[in-house]
């Protein structure tokens, strides 16, 4: 499979239409303090992972963090920089890599508040934002501990019910969009779509932008229509370590050596996971992309799922 193209050709909008398209610190702007931000993807694929690493190298903090179940990277990152005040989730791992340490130690350290969900709570919540109701039925909770545990369950009288939950922000990454802001996933779309119909404003980041011409040429292949998207942000590999589903695999490597810092013990460990943020973190996509390996290295990984 070809490298990801680092530029792409769009047509000018000739029918009055404005351009979605603008750069990820001003897609990113306003979020601070008590946002309530989803984050999509799927464990670690379509993670918006360039997005995460700009929102801490502008010094976010206090956010509320809504993960789409489950989720890996870009969660354990954001709780090890000390970004996230409250947790939504169902389930932080690297999968077979194993469990995520920074989100593990916060826990254990009682340094983060946990909202427990299960993947119906999470999904419930979206959709009585959907529904304009303020909660969903969620009978599958039915004797379970997430009754008497989570603050995100109601008991009404005809069983489970998960409150509604309206992000301030969805941050998404897919492989297209055009300027318009209509997105195209090439492979799974996991939860994006209820995240973008959710909430209240809607940012993406693409591997590649492609015409509208194109768009309008397989209209079966929008994932999220454009009048969902506030802002579209092209960043080749925007998705790394994590993959990007049809044109590059996750990064195991870089992951193992993630976990590597994160999970070193406290002393030196502190030491090893600041390291990694002045390393990986705290320089822009551009220099990150240098410093994981450049294009070659890059597109080796496009190779794996060609």
């Given at each position: 499979?070809?490298g990801?193209?680092r530029?792409?050709?769009v047509e000018?909008?000739t029918d009055?239409?404005?351009?979605?398209?603008?750069?990820?610190?001003?897609?990113?702007?306003?979020?601070?303090?008590?946002?309530?931000?989803?984050?999509?993807?799927?464990?670690?694929?379509?993670?918006?992972?360039?997005?995460?690493?700009?929102?801490l190298?502008g010094g976010v903090s206090?956010?509320?963090?809504?993960?789409?179940p489950?989720s890996?990277?870009d969660?354990?990152?954001l709780?090890?920089a000390g970004?996230?005040?409250?947790?939504?989730?169902?389930?932080?791992s690297f999968e077979?890599?194993?469990?995520a340490?920074?989100?593990?130690?916060?826990?254990?350290?009682a340094?983060?508040e946990?909202?427990?969900?299960?993947?119906a709570t999470?999904?419930g919540?979206?959709m009585?934002?959907?529904?304009?109701l303020?909660?969903?039925?969620?009978?599958?909770?039915?004797a379970?501990?997430?009754?008497?545990?989570?603050t995100?369950?109601?008991?009404?009288?005809?069983?489970?019910?998960?409150?509604?939950?309206?992000?301030?922000?969805a941050v998404?990454?897919?492989?297209?969009?055009?300027?318009?802001?209509?997105?195209r996933h090439l492979?799974?779309?996991f939860?994006?779509?209820?995240?973008?119909?959710a909430?209240?404003r809607?940012?993406?980041?693409?591997?590649?932008?492609?015409?509208?011409?194109?768009v309008?040429a397989?209209?079966?292949?929008?994932?999220i229509?454009?009048?969902?998207?506030?802002?579209?942000?092209?960043?080749?590999?925007?998705?790394?370590?994590?993959?990007?589903?049809?044109?590059?695999c996750h990064?195991?490597e870089?992951?193992r050596h993630?976990?590597?810092a994160?999970?070193?013990?406290d002393g030196?460990?502190g030491?090893?996971f600041?390291r990694?943020?002045r390393?990986?973190v705290h320089?822009?996509?551009?220099?990150?992309?240098d410093?994981?390996?450049?294009t070659?290295?890059?597109d080796?990984?496009?190779?794996?799922?060609?």
């Amino acid at each position: 499979m070809a490298g990801v193209p680092r530029t792409s050709a769009v047509e000018r909008a000739t029918d009055g239409r404005l351009s979605k398209v603008m750069t990820l610190d001003s897609a990113l702007a306003g979020i601070g303090a008590d946002t309530l931000i989803a984050v999509g993807g799927l464990w670690y694929h379509n993670r918006p992972a360039a997005a995460i690493r700009a929102l801490l190298r502008g010094g976010v903090s206090g956010l509320r963090l809504l993960t789409s179940p489950p989720s890996s990277f870009d969660t354990d990152l954001l709780i090890g920089a000390g970004a996230v005040r409250t947790l939504y989730t169902a389930h932080v791992s690297f999968e077979h890599l194993g469990l995520a340490p920074r989100f593990r130690r916060a826990a254990e350290r009682a340094e983060l508040e946990i909202i427990e969900c299960d993947e119906a709570t999470v999904l419930g919540g979206l959709m009585a934002t959907l529904e304009g109701l303020p909660d969903h039925p969620v009978p599958s909770l039915v004797a379970t501990d997430l009754l008497r545990t989570s603050t995100q369950v109601r008991t009404g009288t005809d069983g489970p019910r998960a409150p509604a939950l309206r992000p301030d922000v969805a941050v998404l990454h897919a492989q297209e969009a055009d300027r318009f802001g209509n997105v195209r996933h090439l492979g799974a779309a996991f939860c994006d779509p209820v995240f973008a119909k959710a909430s209240a404003r809607v940012v993406v980041t693409v591997d590649r932008l492609v015409g509208n011409d194109v768009v309008r040429a397989e209209p079966w292949r929008t994932t999220i229509p454009g009048y969902l998207v506030d802002a579209v942000v092209p960043l080749p590999y925007g998705a790394h370590p994590c993959s990007s589903h049809g044109l590059y695999c996750h990064d195991e490597e870089h992951l193992r050596h993630y976990l590597a810092a994160a999970g070193a013990p406290d002393g030196d460990g502190g030491d090893a996971f600041a390291r990694y943020l002045r390393e990986f973190v705290h320089l822009d996509h551009a220099t990150y992309l240098d410093r994981i390996g450049g294009t070659a290295r890059l597109d080796a990984l496009d190779e794996e799922v060609a």
